[in-house]
């Protein structure tokens, strides 16, 4: 009896093919302002979008029309359709004319709102529905961590904070140390994902029952505790002041992290101070400086994904255009986080944020 040939009979199918045998899953990301990421997976049918109730997708926004597009899983794959929209729709930012089919990737456009495509083999999709459940999961805990505002009294506080999609290590806390002295931090953690939110987690949880008085001493101490080779190789950069409201003074110290920027009626001054990161250098040192805290006084701290930015205003971008798009000095304290995180989004152009943005503004009265 003839012996099959084996190796004839197991078709070599090429890999498009492998792909396209299996099913496939689609998924939008919805980048809302003001918002965390949000994922939603399609299914079959049509996912009408526009500005009021009776949309299966609402976006509330004057940009966005009554009714505004339809999108329809096809053979074709992922379809926009403008319904006659007074403002369009934008797909990777040219606007549509006519029904158009998706590539993965594509980045929807309409008014304030970009949805992000995404489209794979139906395991992997799974599995990114799974990891980003727990980044939601681990972005909740990281900002129950964070501060109320203090809207009343010696120090006055006001912050915005927007998680970027894959979550990065952002996070910033305050607290009075005693009747007269006010410490505030700001720290971001190398890297993106739950790693950094969580090791973000596990400092300000320990900052908020043993912030110090001495900047040195407390930098010193997290050095110590958090060496990037026993924290998965990850390290984090950290702005850390005192307030003296007796003596007028705040004294801060920075490990690797940009400058604080410290506004009064004669201008503004940012606050420097260089040293290593965090996790980087087993016997780091943290110098320590001074700054006269005048009455109205204003603090402005944020993370570097505020000013790090793809298009450049009036010629300039990096922590070099950040005092340009601080608000004026007189804008009230709870607007002025807003203000500044405004100036950004329009720096960030179409794409947005790639990063977490922090955002801490502290008036001294």
């Not at 998924?27 to 918002?35: I, K, M, Q, R, T």
């Not at 926009?80 to 549509?96: E, F, Q």
């Not at 080779?229 to 801060?252: E, H, K, N, P, S």
Request: proline share 9%; hydrophobic share 45%; net charge negative.
């Amino acid at each position: 009896m003839p012996v099959e040939d084996t190796d004839s009979t197991l078709m070599r199918r090429p890999a498009e093919e492998l792909l396209a045998a299996e099913p496939l899953g689609h998924a939008l990301v919805l980048h809302a302002p003001g918002e965390a990421p949000r994922r939603l997976p399609l299914g079959p049918g049509a996912l009408r979008l526009g500005r009021v109730a009776g949309n299966d997708l609402v976006l509330p926004a004057p940009e966005v029309s009554r009714n505004h597009a339809v999108l329809s899983l096809t053979e074709a794959g992922l379809v926009l359709t403008d319904l006659g929209s007074t403002n369009g729709c934008l797909v990777d930012g040219v606007r549509i004319a006519a029904p158009i089919a998706l590539s993965p990737g594509a980045r929807i456009g309409i008014g304030p709102f970009r949805l992000d495509y995404q489209r794979g083999p139906r395991a992997e999709m799974d599995r990114a529905a799974a990891e980003a459940r727990d980044l939601d999961r681990a972005r909740r805990y990281l900002q129950a961590l964070l501060p109320p505002p203090i809207e009343s009294g010696p120090v006055q506080a006001a912050w915005r904070f927007l998680p970027s999609a894959s979550l990065g290590g952002d996070a910033f806390g305050y607290r009075w140390l005693d009747a007269t002295r006010f410490a505030v931090h700001v720290m971001d953690v190398a890297g993106h994902g739950t790693d950094s939110a969580l090791l973000a987690a596990s400092v300000m949880n320990l900052l908020r029952e043993r912030a110090g008085p001495d900047p040195a001493a407390v930098l010193a101490g997290l050095n110590a505790s958090f060496q990037m080779d026993q924290q998965g190789g990850l390290f984090f950069t950290m702005w850390y002041g005192v307030a003296d409201l007796a003596a007028r003074r705040l004294r801060f110290a920075a490990a690797g992290h940009h400058p604080a920027l410290l506004e009064t009626a004669g201008g503004r001054v940012a606050l420097a101070a260089k040293a290593p990161p965090i996790g980087a250098v087993p016997a780091a040192t943290y110098p320590v400086f001074e700054a006269t805290l005048p009455p109205a006084a204003r603090l402005t701290l944020c993370s570097d994904g505020v000013f790090e930015t793809e298009q450049p205003i009036a010629g300039r971008r990096g922590f070099a255009a950040l005092a340009e798009w601080l608000p004026p000095h007189t804008t009230p304290l709870a607007a002025a986080p807003e203000a500044l995180l405004a100036r950004a989004r329009e720096a960030a152009g179409p794409s947005g944020f790639d990063d977490d943005v922090s955002i801490v503004v502290l008036d001294f009265p």
